[in-house]
């Protein structure tokens, strides 16, 4: 373990090497790796934490950020985490919170070296943002805010290896920024289009009496207005982050792997998306508005998710028989 | 040999890892952004301290050249639609007004009281108007001239079927009008930072015609004469301070 020399121990020894035993000016720099020297200190300190980061300063970090963010998250829980299409906000956290603990030991090794000036420049940085989110709530910035106070902890902590080594984590906390609402407006209706469009093609085509007007679709003696939630727009970022945590787990060492399933989950979901409302208006036309309305809902929602994970899967055993041999498969797992 | 350097290394070990202070620093710079961001917040509800709006007596029933047409049903909303606009705004109004020269103008006029809640943002009528199943094209920002001061606005146009409606729009915060997206956002933080909380109204005139120019030109009118005829606190409401 070479948590037992510091950077400056390393050199000491061969600073006093002239006048003390010839023997020891051979030996440190292989001390570093011999296994000798770390039973000197225990390897694995205090919760498997590296032996040489202050857990004590961790816990402090961490209670002022719980405390700084306690209200921001009340908040999301009575609004956008209440929410049918992004109520996933806590389980994302919950996502980045566990692959951070797994990983403490790899995030956190070797001896800490802060950068306190970028971590003392994003700090600031990140309070003014955090200070005018929270205070004229603009919830999604203060949501953001997390990520960056989060990334100045591990540089005040431990250092940029450190935060280098937690960017996956990190990352992950996008998907529980709530979406800004006018990022939100502007995407869902184009996406509404398309999918209404998509849908009443592939039934027509199929041979239902349907029309359309708008976002409007109508169906033997029925209407369906595709309302917002129908768009998909959330069930994209969703299955986007489901992917990537996949992803993350199967741990491909092929970038271009990576690239293309991630690329390829947006077609998949808007696919999922369309089977969704193409079942929900088959639901309506054979069973009536009420079933359509009912359980139906819940159950198409779901249909959603099984069509996605089925294609998501699918399409990455697909691309494990090409890149097999270039060792981005599973072979490659740690 | 080896063990001597084992008793040099673990000499030269602390026995306790020293706590950082820089986390102390960070600490305490986080809570002091909490206590900030706490006394920031702003609490003077803007619309209590103004006349209450009622959306009913909000326009007058007749000015210059335009009266209210109640012959015919304003406007039909998809009950979805309604059920919406409810959640979002505290009051709604639609009314058409005509001329004498049988010009008829839409008008609506949503209001809601809280502009710095997250859900109450105006919507924009780009939207709503493609979404029931018109094709909307923009036609940009223009300035419109009010008898005292200019104002920015929005122009689209949009044709369903036969129908061919130019559209102006435009929305205030308190006594400023804006455009909505990042400098509505913007300034509803100005106001937020000075401690209020306003109210805002999403302006919205459409007409029907071909001739755009020509409509464009009958709306900035009716806009003119709607502002004199309104007393003077209504009028910054709805178009903001000269």
Redesign the interface.
């Given at each position: 373990m070479t948590g037992v020399l510091r950077s400056d121990g390393a050199r000491q020894p061969l600073i006093t090497a002239p006048q003390g035993s010839p023997g020891i000016q051979l030996f440190p720099s292989k001390s570093m790796t011999t296994p000798t020297t770390s039973s000197v200190a225990p390897a694995v300190g205090l919760f498997g934490l590296n032996p040489l980061v202050s857990a004590p300063g961790i816990l402090v970090f961490l209670a002022a950020f719980l405390l700084m963010y306690a209200g921001t998250y009340a908040e999301l829980a009575s609004t956008t985490w209440a929410t049918e299409e992004q109520g996933h906000g806590p389980l994302i956290i919950c996502a980045a919170a566990w692959l951070i603990w797994s990983q403490r030991e790899k995030i956190l090794a070797g001896p800490p070296k802060p950068s306190l000036f970028a971590g003392f420049t994003l700090l600031g940085l990140t309070l003014v943002a955090y200070v005018v989110g929270r205070s004229q709530s603009v919830i999604e910035m203060a949501a953001a805010s997390q990520i960056t106070m989060l990334m100045a902890g591990f540089l005040l902590l431990h250092g940029t290896g450190a935060l280098r080594r937690a960017w996956f984590p990190l990352f992950f906390l996008v998907f529980m920024v709530p979406l800004p609402g006018a990022l939100v407006q502007a995407i869902t209706l184009p996406l509404k289009s398309a999918v209404s469009v998509v849908a009443t093609e592939v039934l027509f085509w199929v041979g239902y009496p349907i029309a359309r007007n708008g976002v409007t679709l109508t169906i033997g003696p029925y209407q369906l207005l595709v309302a917002d939630a129908c768009s998909g727009l959330n069930s994209l970022f969703t299955l986007e982050a489901l992917g990537l945590l996949y992803m993350n787990i199967m741990n491909y060492q092929s970038k271009a792997r990576n690239i293309i399933l991630a690329i390829m989950i947006v077609p998949i979901s808007f696919i999922s998306n369309v089977t969704r409302v193409i079942i929900l208006v088959l639901i309506t036309y054979h069973l009536g508005d009420e079933a359509g309305q009912g359980f139906a809902h819940t159950f198409a929602g779901m249909v959603l998710f099984v069509v996605a994970l089925t294609l998501t899967y699918g399409f990455d055993r697909l691309l494990a028989v090409r890149f097999d041999d270039q060792g981005g498969a599973r072979g490659r797992r740690e | 040999?080896?063990k001597?350097?084992?008793v040099?290394?673990?000499n030269?070990?602390p026995k306790r890892?020293?706590?950082?202070g820089?986390?102390?620093?960070?600490?305490a710079?986080?809570?002091?952004?909490?206590g900030?961001?706490?006394?920031?917040?702003?609490s003077r509800v803007m619309a209590d301290e103004l006349r209450p709006v009622v959306m009913k007596e909000f326009l007058p029933e007749q000015f210059g050249d335009w009266r209210v047409d109640h012959s015919g049903p304003a406007v039909i909303y998809?009950p979805?639609v309604e059920a919406k606009l409810s959640t979002l705004y505290s009051g709604t109004l639609n009314v058409t007004y005509v001329n004498s020269k049988g010009d008829a103008m839409m008008l609506s006029l949503a209001y809601g009281k809280n502009q710095?809640?997250?859900?109450t943002?105006a919507?924009?009528p780009e939207?709503c108007y493609?979404?029931?199943?018109?094709e909307v094209q923009g036609r940009g920002q223009a300035k419109l001239a009010l008898n005292g001061h200019d104002i920015d606005v929005i122009r689209l146009m949009s044709r369903r079927g036969q129908q061919i409606e130019p559209i102006t729009y435009w929305v205030t915060l308190h006594d400023t009008a804006a455009l909505?997206?990042?400098s509505r956002?913007l300034q509803?933080?100005r106001y937020?930072?000075q401690g209020m909380i306003v109210d805002g109204f999403l302006f919205r005139i459409s007409s029907l015609g071909s001739n755009e120019a020509e409509q464009f030109k009958l709306q900035e009118g009716f806009v003119r004469d709607l502002e004199k005829a309104l007393p003077p606190e209504q009028r910054v409401r709805l178009f903001g301070k000269p």
């Open positions: - | 040999m080896i001597e350097v084992h040099a290394v673990a030269d070990l890892v020293k706590f950082p820089a986390i102390l620093v960070a600490a710079l986080m809570l002091g952004g909490l900030v961001s706490e006394w920031l917040k702003p998809d979805t710095n809640s997250w859900n943002a919507h924009r939207f493609s979404a029931q199943g018109f909505p997206g990042i956002k509803q933080m937020g930072l």
